[in-house]
């Protein structure tokens, strides 16, 4: 069974610091990754998406993709508090696309 | 924005009970989604659907039925509850597919199955 590993579990950085984010799967038949976001108590909202080898950038986020690898980073600069939330990475394959298998989560708290 | 809801928010059932959590979607999106989360396995699926009438038994379709009756409305059903199946249950839609493809989640619901 495919499988989405994330690591670290948890973190720990300061306000205005950067946060780094892993994630990767198990199954070379991934083609798509998601990151998604989740604040305690509330449900997932996606982040950013990522389908093409290289960077993406959106404000303070920047997610990277390296295919051959299987393997995406979501990097935080400038953390604030309020990012402080539990990261979902997400995958599909391009035949079940819209059929996404999560990783475990990395819980990120940023501290004063 | 995209709107997906939940009932009930919290339920309590018994060992051996019949339990069914609802999930309605104004967003008129093809596909819709049942997950479990619990610490430390992020969010696992349970069961999905593509339109109504069609339900696919996702990654940990054991113990658990679903029903999409339209294309609002998709349901889980808990034909013989376990305390194992105490979790909290996101519902979500999505649209086909596409660059800028989303799925969408509900407030949750949170089992406990004593």
Same mark, same amino acid.
């Given at each position: 069974?495919?499988?989405?590993?994330?690591?670290?579990?948890? %973190?720990?950085?300061?306000?205005?610091?950067?946060?780094? *984010?892993?994630?990767?799967?198990?199954?070379?038949?991934?083609?798509?990754?998601?990151?998604?976001?989740?604040?305690?108590?509330?449900?997932?909202?996606? %982040?950013?998406?990522?389908?093409?080898?290289?960077?993406?950038?959106?404000?303070?986020?920047?997610?990277? %993709?390296?295919?051959?690898? %299987?393997?995406?980073? *979501?990097?935080?600069?400038?953390?604030?508090?309020?990012?402080?939330? *539990?990261?979902?990475?997400?995958?599909?394959?391009?035949?079940?696309?819209?059929?996404?298998?999560?990783?475990?989560?990395?819980?990120?708290?940023?501290?004063? | 924005?995209?709107?997906?809801?939940?009932?009930?928010?919290?339920?309590?059932? &018994?060992?051996?009970?019949? &339990?069914?959590?609802? =999930?309605?979607?104004?967003?008129?999106?093809?596909?819709?989604?049942?997950?479990?989360?619990?610490?430390?396995?992020?969010?696992?699926?349970?069961?999905?659907?593509?339109?109504?009438?069609?339900?696919?038994?996702?990654?940990?379709?054991?113990?658990?039925?679903?029903?999409?009756? !339209?294309?609002?409305?998709? !349901?889980?059903?808990?034909?013989?509850?376990?305390?194992?199946?105490?979790? &909290?249950?996101? =519902?979500?839609?999505?649209?086909?597919?596409?660059?800028?493809?989303?799925?969408?989640?509900?407030?949750?619901?949170?089992?406990? &199955?004593?």
């Amino acid at each position: 069974q495919q499988k989405v590993q994330q690591s670290p579990e948890s %973190l720990i950085v300061p306000e205005g610091g950067m946060a780094s *984010l892993n994630c990767t799967s198990s199954d070379r038949n991934v083609d798509y990754f998601w990151w998604y976001r989740q604040h305690s108590g509330k449900s997932p909202k996606m %982040l950013m998406s990522i389908f093409s080898n290289g960077e993406k950038e959106e404000g303070r986020f920047t997610v990277h %993709l390296n295919k051959a690898s %299987l393997h995406t980073s *979501l990097h935080i600069r400038d953390s604030q508090p309020s990012d402080s939330a *539990l990261y979902l990475c997400a995958a599909s394959k391009a035949s079940s696309f819209s059929k996404l298998v999560f990783g475990q989560g990395t819980s990120l708290s940023v501290v004063p | 924005e995209a709107a997906v809801t939940q009932s009930p928010r919290n339920k309590v059932a &018994v060992t051996g009970g019949k &339990v069914t959590l609802s =999930c309605n979607q104004t967003n008129n999106h093809n596909n819709m989604y049942w997950y479990r989360q619990d610490t430390g396995h992020g969010l696992r699926l349970i069961h999905y659907s593509y339109g109504a009438g069609s339900t696919e038994k996702g990654d940990i379709p054991d113990g658990y039925k679903a029903s999409r009756p !339209s294309q609002e409305n998709f !349901s889980l059903i808990l034909e013989l509850a376990t305390p194992s199946q105490t979790s &909290v249950y996101f =519902c979500a839609s999505g649209d086909a597919g596409g660059s800028s493809y989303e799925q969408y989640f509900g407030p949750g619901t949170r089992l406990t &199955v004593l």
